[in-house]
């Protein structure tokens, strides 16, 4: 009998490392205290496109602050 499932070798995929996130002036560093919702309100200032606007009425609106630190340069 021939065994119809072939093993294929397993190859190591490369994960980028974790740099920085800047938003303009503000680094994002998470607080360990961060809370589902406050991350689910997070998830769409890393989409595509946030550079471009100002994300800082809606960082201000929803208490977001906490999460960036402003970066001196």
Known sequence: MIWPFKTTPKTETKVPEFTDIKFGAHLYKPQIDITPHEVALL????RTGWGLINYQPYVEKNNLAR?????EE
Not at 43 to 46: I, Q
Not at 67 to 71: A, E, I, P
Request: avoid cysteine; glycine fraction near 0%; charge should be positive.
């Open 43 to 46: 998830l769409p200032m890393f």
């Open 67 to 71: 999460h960036f630190v402003k970066v």
